[in-house]
């Protein structure tokens, strides 16, 4: 018998079905992925089992037993935990406030906060993950992003005897962790595992999938496509599953056209903890950055973009002297940037696609450059939008309505707005979903063969391999070596980023 059973689940956004009939089983001990494109209907069900959502219709059932989930508080009572992809933390409280978000903090004397309890509880939920390098007595603020994420994984671990704890739901669990930290919390999900626990796991990420899951449910356009035990499907039918189409290739084939003269140079350019650093780029090529989390990717491209003070050194773009003082001077010489976290960086999700795609070319999409004309911006934002292959109702829509592929499209369509000489892009496709993936690679080439030069920042090794033309190497906030993408393996780079002497070939 299942330990969970999802049946005949139906959902409909005014008259427009999200979910058709889905039907989901998870075993007791087991890891399950839930797989499928941006816009499969995965959020919905996740919605839905968290109590967040009433679905239309549904059979759900635990140890055979049907149960209605009314709320997220009776989700929790049920033994459900959530860690979504989005943060949603409280940047000015503590890690462990964080950790017992949403949970009745300890007491004494059942009025006042028993602080050094809620610490030390913190603290436990976070060795259980073997994170000894976070004080639960921190600010969230002052955390990087990949530490506020084992945050919020963390609070998933809390130890609640009231409610123990029988499904873990994971939606991009590593999208923002090294590969050290995903190692960790892997061995985490084994071990839930041995001990009779279960996960469902979303992750765009399919070799990651493969190797962790021992399930795998996908879903397409609301509907279940199939299930499956994991070893007897491969990486190319799990993709075709999700897409309903195959895909010979993962990227898209190089650039025809070879790289021109220099469109950037760099020399001996220090901001914050980068120290002196010097290359070149040529029109139409794709440079990578590889490095271990930390070593100095991020604040590169923040000073080129100008959002990163420069402490010395001197850059030239087409030629010319460039050194922005804030990114509205970047913007202006023709640098656009696409951030690595869309949703805080990149987009206002409370705003429509239009004034989303227009934002850094207001003055360009003006009267006289003082009157905007929402028609022509909405015009404007359509023609990109179409060049980015953004599926939408129209540029009318909220950003936040949008799945997360499509809105990194927008995001893309807004650094494209003023045709820039230079693009730099920050994890471009974390959170996206294979289909959206290769859209988002074929826009980047069709970029290079119009003569754009592109930095591109990743901790996807076989992206940097598959995309760019060379990838530089960081390592402690500098530059240590530049090699040719071509040719070029996996386990050599990640050698390099450690530091290491390439292995033979």
Known sequence: MSFLSLDNVQKAYAGVPALRRVSLTIEAGEIHALMGENGAGKS??????????????????????????????????????????????????????????????????????????????????????????????????????????????????????????????????????????????????????????????????????????????????GETIDTGRMADITHDDLVALMIGRKVADAYPPPATRRPGGTALGVRDLSAGDLRPVSFSLAEGEILGIAGLSGSGQRELVRALFGDLPMRGGSISLAGKPYRPFSPADAWQAGVAYVPRERRSEGLMLSRPIFENVTLAQLSRQSFG??????????????????????????????????????????????ALSGNPRLLLLDEPTRGVDVGAKFDIYTIIRDMTEKGMAVILVSSDLPELIGMCDRIAVMREGAITEIVAAAGLREDDLLNRCYGRAPLAA
């Open 44 to 221: 919905t069900l996740i919605k839905i089992l968290a109590g967040v959502v009433a679905p239309d219709a549904a059979d759900i059932r635990i140890d055979g037993k049907p149960v209605s989930i009314g709320s997220p508080h009776e989700a929790h009572r049920l033994g459900f935990r959530f860690i979504h992809q989005e943060f949603n933390v409280v940047p000015a409280l503590s890690v462990a406030e964080n950790i017992f978000m949403g949970r009745r903090y300890p007491t004494r004397a059942g009025v006042l906060v028993d602080w050094r309890t809620l610490n030390a509880t913190a603290r436990d939920a976070l060795e259980r993950l073997g994170i000894t390098h976070i004080d639960p007595r921190r600010k969230m603020a002052q955390l990087s992003p990949g530490d506020q994420m084992l945050v919020r994984i963390s609070s998933a671990f809390l130890s609640e005897p009231d409610a123990p704890a029988r499904l873990y739901v994971m939606d991009e669990p590593t999208a923002a962790l090294t590969r050290d930290e995903s190692e960790r919390l892997f061995r985490v999900l084994r071990e839930i595992r041995s001990h009779g626990g279960s996960v469902l796991y979303v992750s765009h990420r399919l070799d990651e999938v493969m190797a962790l899951c021992d399930r795998a449910t996908v879903m397409r356009d």
């Open 369 to 414: 450059g003082s009157f905007l004309t929402p028609r022509a911006e909405q015009r404007f934002a359509a023609g990109l939008g179409a060049d980015v292959r953004l599926r939408s109702t129209g540029p009318r829509q909220l950003a936040g309505e949008l799945s997360g592929g499509n809105q990194q499209k927008v995001v893309f369509a807004k």
